[in-house]
């Protein structure tokens, strides 16, 4: 990961804008990427009944079909 463009110049260490420039189109670049593919994750969760009755009748009925 790459500091701040300021936040080692306390150490002398400096980034030039060019550079700065670069890595934010990168950075911009990566984000667009990401929201695609986030697009195609499904967020929704499986069907699970409301309360235990109801898991005893989808139950029940399932036992019934096989016997």
């Not at 060019?18 to 929704?44: H, I, K, P, Y």
């Amino acid at each position: 990961m790459t500091p701040a463009a300021g936040a080692l110049a306390w150490a002398g260490i400096s980034m030039p804008p060019a550079v700065a420039a670069v890595l934010m189109s990168g950075s911009t670049v990566v984000v667009a990427a990401n929201a695609q593919l986030l697009r195609r994750v499904r967020l929704v969760p499986d069907r699970v009944p409301a309360d235990a009755d109801q898991l005893t009748g989808a139950a029940a009925r399932e036992a019934d079909a096989l016997a």
